[in-house]
């Protein structure tokens, strides 16, 4: 279990520049039975309940007493669900994104742009979005390895630190050179 202490990282959030920024992510594809389910959430950075981590490696109870604090404190929070009849007619993937498509939809107040968990995005979002895979944990892995770009904090995002080291210690095999500010340093 997770630090009961520990915040959100919401850098890529504050990256975004954007205050209504959506979280989204999906729970029930791989079960025999049952509906697939999404939430989406606009968190209040002021107002984060302790704890909040991925439900993976929280223990029920956490989970339960975080759900109450979250709903609580976010600034929006939705949840809707697509059917089983929606499942078997769509396929689990088309029924995941028309749960998070229905989440994104029900916010007040609506969101500006949404996180979308995993590595795909649902068509048909009325929103920019972006999709996250598992980018916090990726990138402090990478931190460790490449210390001084400050990854840890900025996931990669062309932070000031993350600018001055390009140019005082170069690209790393982890940077996407054909991204601007890189692209730049190699010519």
């Not at 979250?70 to 929070?77: H, Q």
């Not at 929103?127 to 892995?141: F, L, N, S, Y």
Request: aromatic share 2%.
């Amino acid at each position: 279990m997770t630090n009961p202490r520990s915040r959100p990282d919401l850098s890529l959030e504050t990256a975004l520049g954007l205050p209504l920024v959506a979280g989204v992510d999906e729970v029930g594809r791989g079960p025999l039975a049952g509906p697939v389910t999404a939430a989406a959430v606009i968190l209040d950075p002021a107002r984060l309940p302790e704890g909040i981590d991925d439900s993976k490696r929280l223990t029920e109870r956490a989970r339960e007493r975080l759900a109450l604090e979250i709903r609580a404190s976010a600034l929006a929070f939705a949840v809707a669900h697509a059917s089983v009849e929606e499942i078997d007619a769509l396929n689990i993937l088309e029924a995941s994104h028309l749960a998070m498509r229905r989440a994104l939809a029900a916010l007040t107040p609506a969101a500006q742009h949404a996180l979308i968990d995993g590595n795909r995005l649902p068509k048909g979002l009325e929103i920019p979005a972006q999709t996250v895979v598992k980018g916090d944990a990726i990138m402090r892995e990478l931190a460790l390895a490449n210390p001084g770009y400050g990854w840890e904090k900025n996931m990669g995002y062309p932070s000031a630190q993350h600018r001055v080291a390009l140019q005082q210690q170069g690209v790393t095999p982890h940077h996407r050179r054909s991204f601007g500010p890189v692209r730049k340093m190699l010519c």
